[in-house]
């Protein structure tokens, strides 16, 4: 068999990113895994038994480290010059720049590098400067780059990082699709849903808006935590969810966000769940007024879910909802538009209910997990057959 190595700059992000997608390619081609792992849970381990694939442990950082990133680069040079690989697949910004960078030196003949989200649109002044530097170089060593939403290979056109020639975006967007037989409503009952609230201390009849992903700045959370306090003053019977990752000193969040948050009895926060399924099938709306975003499968699973989603205006967000079809859209940053965007879903329930009985279809229709991988597997084999 053929070698196609995927690469993430930690093998956990190859477990998230692509679950399930190396385990079918394994049948058609000999896929390796590469990564950092974290040596007290044995990522690494679990990977390959869970994906059927090889996996070679490489340190790597998000940060700039440059006596780090240049072993990095040195150790992957090397790897890739021992498989001699027909694919090197890189996913993620840092392990994208150094897998390109190695696979070019070690003349691999296909690099394919995933955009799964640009960290650098929000960034300004130097740092987007250096930000651009790397990016091009990225896009530059690749043969191929595959943006995982229109919008965003509409910004890499824009910002002249690479030419149209050398994209793809498969199907209709997203790197991985969505299990719509795991997402899936039908696997909660009412009860299981009453009983969850209730651990929650979230009364019956209160309307749940649920955020799931990293608790910060550029996740939009300033203006979610606001919309919501000022709506709570309203409207009584209302929580606000917040599951994901939280560090205040990396959050980047204001202050008075920060004492909202830990405060306010009706904000309810939970560490990140490994399955979301039971908090989305016990609330009533996906808040995610994010900045930035790639293709987020948190609107795909929220959708799957029927719970509809708002959403801002931004690529990926933009591309799976339809205003007024299977969610709403609201501007960047404003946080008057989402408090109304919240309050109508809370007021108006025919629309609320229009919302829900639209949602989960387009799921269906669009980016159900396995047409994704099917096209993938015609690239590989396109590149294969054209030896």
């Known amino acids: 068999m053929k070698k196609i190595i995927r690469i993430a700059t930690h093998l956990g992000s190859l477990d998230n990113l692509l679950q399930g997608q190396m385990q079918f390619m394994s049948a058609y081609y000999n896929v390796i895994g590469i990564g950092s792992d974290d040596g007290k849970q044995s990522i690494g381990e679990k990977l390959a038994q869970k994906e059927n694939i090889k996996v070679i442990p490489i340190e790597m950082t998000r940060e700039i480290t440059p006596i780090k990133d240049i072993k990095a680069l040195y150790e992957l040079y090397k790897v890739f010059k021992k498989e001699k690989p027909l694919i090197v697949h890189s996913h993620t910004p840092k392990a994208g720049t150094l897998a390109m960078i190695a696979a070019k030196i070690a003349g691999v003949p296909h690099r394919l590098h995933d955009v799964a989200g640009l960290p650098l649109v929000e960034a300004k002044g130097i740092k987007r400067k250096i930000l651009n530097i790397v990016e091009k170089i990225t896009y530059c060593c690749a043969t191929k780059i595959y943006p995982n939403s229109f919008g965003l290979q509409d910004i890499i056109i824009d910002n002249n990082f690479t030419n149209q020639k050398k994209m793809k975006v498969f199907g209709y967007g997203s790197s991985n699709g969505i299990d719509t037989s795991h997402f899936n409503p039908i696997l909660y009952s009412e009860e299981s849903n009453l009983k969850l609230r209730e651990e929650l201390s979230i009364e019956t009849s209160d309307f749940v808006f649920i955020f799931l992903g990293r608790i910060v700045k550029d996740k939009g959370i300033n203006e979610l935590v606001k919309a919501f306090k000022q709506l709570a003053e309203k409207h009584q019977q209302i929580k606000l969810l917040l599951v994901g990752y939280y560090d205040t000193s990396t959050a980047e969040l204001l202050p008075e ?95 609320y209910q229009h919302l829900v009985k639209n949602c989960r279809t387009s799921i269906c229709e669009k980016y159900e997990q396995k047409d994704i991988w099917k096209l993938l597997l015609q690239e590989y084999n396109q590149i294969s057959n054209n030896i």
């Open 257 to 351: 966000t920060i004492s909202e948050i830990e405060k306010n009895k009706n904000i309810i926060t939970l560490e990140w769940q490994d399955d979301v399924r039971p908090f989305l099938s016990m609330s009533n709306v996906l808040a995610f007024p994010s900045y930035r975003e790639g293709f987020p499968n948190t609107v795909l699973q929220a959708n799957a879910m029927k719970i509809p989603s708002i959403v801002a205006d931004i690529n990926g967000c933009n591309e799976i909802i339809t205003d007024g079809v299977n969610g709403t859209i609201v501007p960047v940053k404003n946080v008057e538009a989402l408090q109304n965007a919240m309050e109508r879903l809370i007021l108006d329930t025919n629309y």
